[in-house]
């Protein structure tokens, strides 16, 4: 008996039973609701031959926050997972060695300006007894000098008033960007120094894939380029990254690090998290696989049919297949499926053409993101 017969067989039996069980249901029609499905991504059969790198999943917008100049923490806002936004007050210092140098700049400022006002006053003097020829040009020259020194005090000390300015402003720790709170790595009443780390923040925009690679490995690689990820959770289940770039520079003299953008608006990947990178070997040219639960029989002829998931309208939309050899609990899929296509995983045959559905995301303890 060959693997096709084999597999009508078995997916024949398993409608059977389904069929049976669902007999003595109520069978009165309702409307369609959005149903959640498992989906997969239809990855290169070349990801099964292939060499595996450890990637770290990271933010694009992410910042290590700390305070301008040094001082006691008076207060922070906001803690560990918190959502902050572009601008929000996370964190303050104490006021009060910030006031005091704000007020004696400011006196600073009008002791030069009022030692200027003499200065200018005295130079007049000058200038009109040289003029009467009841002084010396050097006297007028000494008077000169001592009026330009008490412009550059004035300068001086309104360039310090605008620091100690800038310092009260500084006080305050504020978001530069939309997002959350990943790590407090100071407490209130602390005391820090000019540019210490008090609190990291990941923006809200979308999620990159950094790996450290062998220098000839990633020299084979275009950007563009779709490269299949992996979690240790789901290994079954590829999530697609596109090669944004390679950097110049080899590290240790062996390695470099690329940078990989999420190819998928379904996949959702977390700030953090560690993933497995699948880079195809040279001459891998097996077919993709798809679990065998994914698969319908055609009620036409011995081939198969599977869901195919359309992103643009949440729709799942069947599809004919060709299919290979069985490995296991998957099949080779010959032909009706292209890589990066995502296609309806388990639970088949309760769907119907044109069906409305929703990806199913497992719940974490991390997770926030909204469902695509």
Not at 329 to 336: D, H, K, S
């Amino acid at each position: 008996m060959t693997s096709r017969h084999i597999l009508l067989l078995t997916l024949s039996l398993s409608l059977a039973m389904l069929s049976l069980s669902g007999c003595s249901q109520d069978t009165t029609p309702v409307a369609d609701a959005p149903r959640a499905v498992k989906l997969e991504i239809v990855a290169s059969g070349a990801d099964q031959d292939s060499e595996r790198f450890v990637a770290q999943v990271r933010q694009q917008q992410r910042a290590e926050l700390g305070f301008e100049g040094g001082g006691r923490i008076a207060d922070i806002a906001v803690d560990i997972g918190d959502r902050v936004h572009a601008g929000q007050v996370l964190a303050r210092l104490d006021p009060e060695p910030n006031r005091l140098r704000l007020q004696q700049a400011e006196a600073n400022v009008g002791i030069a300006s009022a030692d200027l006002q003499q200065q200018q006053t005295q130079l007049a003097q000058q200038q009109a007894m040289f003029d009467d020829g009841a002084t010396s040009a050097a006297t007028l020259t000494a008077a000169k000098s001592s009026f330009a020194a008490s412009q550059a005090r004035v300068r001086s000390a309104q360039s310090e008033l605008a620091l100690a300015r800038r310092a009260v402003r500084q006080s305050e720790l504020r978001a530069p960007f939309d997002g959350s709170v990943v790590a407090r790595l100071q407490q209130p009443d602390a005391l820090v120094g000019a540019g210490q780390a008090v609190l990291q923040v990941d923006g809200q925009d979308h999620a990159q894939v950094v790996a450290t690679l062998p220098a000839a490995r990633a020299a084979t690689l275009q950007p563009g380029q779709e490269i299949a990820a992996y979690r240790s959770t789901a290994p079954e289940h590829g999530l697609p990254l596109r090669l944004r770039s390679v950097s110049t520079r080899v590290e240790g003299g062996a390695t470099v690090q690329a940078l990989f953008d999420s190819a998928s608006a379904v996949a959702q990947l977390h700030a953090g998290e560690t993933l497995l990178l699948a880079l195809p070997t040279a001459g891998s040219v097996q077919p993709p696989s798809v679990p065998l639960s994914a698969l319908i029989p055609s009620m036409g002829n011995q081939k198969m049919m599977l869901f195919v998931y359309r992103q643009d309208s949440q729709t799942v939309r069947r599809r004919q297949v060709d299919t290979g050899r069985i490995e296991g609990e998957r099949v080779q899929i010959l032909g009706g499926l292209r890589t990066g296509e995502y296609i309806v995983a388990t639970g088949a045959a309760f769907l119907h053409d044109g069906q409305a559905v929703v990806p199913f995301h497992p719940a974490t303890r991390l997770s926030s993101s909204t469902t695509p």
